[in-house]
């Protein structure tokens, strides 16, 4: 059996022998080869072994999606299915896409069941590089640098977390999953036999003992585990498993792959509203040149608050302090939510407060319930760690109680995205990333993590990477300060990320105060959107450089980011409408190999026919806005 994308470059191949295996061809090369498929029950069914069709149909679908927002105002989905029934009780569903392949198991068996396993397989012909984000076990908050290696380097004890890269010199894969519910997240790692390049999912068991650990108990760490996956209804769909192929490194950067096998939207969206914040945990409250002793106190979070309305940012995140992190109905006595929260909303500011995860989870109805009550717009729940059932459960669980009250909600120390934010638009952004907050206590991160980032973790949704550090650093100059923190790379390397990172919820990390000494900066960050009516990727390669463009209504923005390595960038412009645009380019200052923190502000008038030149210094960048001339 096989089944062509719409274009005709995908060709997936189905073959039945004792199992069920696919393979998958790009432009006319194998790109993976046959490859197994199947899942166990406690009670000896095996889908997927010794396969009988009892029926097979196909159809094509070619639709638009309106997004509540995203890359894009609206996404094009468009694939061939082939939807096999087996006997057994089960269907195995494939599509195929112009740019990548994904499968899943339905069940159709009208009882509760136990998985003990499945069998998910990526099968290569050759030693391919690998752009893998290594984690120790399945208690991660998916916060490490990549690493890069060949699949035969892979060692047996190593769990790599999605999305992994291979990243070949013809084509790029990226491996993934998409629509998880009520069933844990996946894994891959290379088994002991170094004769085959395969790559093999690995699952985290059911939770059964559990104890408060890890940085201050805000953890439950996991102590005991059954002998089966999850348990669920027999009559369900199991996650989608995603391979998303790509002929360039950048056209990964713009996948709408999960996003478009995601269940649609269950909720009302018009009251959900992404905006940018001013962020008081990563600058440590520091203000300067106030009559008030900063901290977690009224008098902070006014000036927050204030200074979020004068530059027409949406949101204030009170974020660890505002209450004891074990009992969310007990307020700090340095502040007064309500209050704040009403001074606020006179300025059409909302407030998001920060909590640990498993004592909301514990206080759930109680707390949501009075931070309703209160007015609060949102919640960033912290600390989760991991994707098991029990994990994966709790984010869909609270995406609908915080979507009951209208409130929208930030998942930090997280699993990767996979599409959720679908079917919940209320969840508007997670972390499941290394971001700025490593800066305050590690010295590990580097300009070239924050691009292999692009091509990387954000494949799966937004991410919230926290940018916008005023204190800047060159190659080897860095050091870490947790009350005054740098960032790695130039000042204009962290202003492209609000472009080039998609982070409907994004922050300015730094201080009020340390934006009000450049208003040129703050001009910039308070007109720069985070929802998109449309993007376009325009060059890069994973962990050296990217360049793209992204537009809403008239108005087209560019984001550039450099490894360390200096270089200069052509951009083509014909992607613009016609008639002229007046161009805002924030690019690094001619001394910034020197000092980081120099930059230039230059304006032009540009075209569609303009090659535009941006020079990006080493751990550079540029961020370019572009209005239509009146």
Known sequence: MQLYSPSKNIQLRVQLTDKIYYAVDFQGQNVMWFSPLSLTLADGTVFGAHPKILNQSEQKIKETIETAWGIRSHVLNDYAELVLEMEGGYSVIFRVYDDGVAYRFRSHLDRTIKVTEEEVAFRFLEDHPLVAHVVGDFQTSYEKLYTKYRISEVVEEEFISLPLVVDTPTYKLAITEADLYDYPGMYLRKLGNNNRFTMDGIFPAYPTKWERGGLCQFNLRVTERASYLAESQGKRDFPWRVLIVAEEDHELADS??????????????????????????????????????????????????????????????????????????????????????????????????????????????AALDQFEEWGVVGVKVDFIDRDDQIAIDFYERLARETAKRKLLLNIHGCSKPTGLHRTYPNVINYEGVRGNEYNKFDKDENPGHNVDIVFTRMIAGPMDYTPGSMRNSTKGKFFTDFSNPMSHGTRCHQLGMYVVYYSPMQMLCDTPTAYQAYPDILEFLSEVPVSWDETVTLDGKIGEYVILARRKGTDWYLGALTDWSERELEVDLSFLANGSYEARIYADGVNANRHAEDYRVLEKVVSSKTKLKLILKSGGGAAVQLKAAK
Request: glycine share 6%; aromatic share 16%; charged share 20%.
């Open 256 to 365: 709408d792959m999960v996003y478009k096998l995601s269940r649609p939207s269950v909720i009302e969206t018009a009251w959900i509203k992404p905006g940018k914040v001013a962020w008081d945990w990563f600058n440590d409250w520091n203000l300067t040149g106030v009559d008030f002793e900063t901290g977690v106190n009224n008098q902070t979070y006014k000036f927050y608050i204030d200074f979020a309305a004068q530059n027409g940012l949406e949101y204030v995140i009170m974020d660890e302090g505002w209450s004891d992190v074990f009992d969310l109905l007990l307020q700090k006595p340095t502040v007064d939510v309500p209050h704040l929260v009403q001074y606020a909303r006179k300025q059409n500011v909302g407030i998001v407060l920060w909590c640990v995860w498993h004592t909301l989870d514990r206080q759930m109805q």
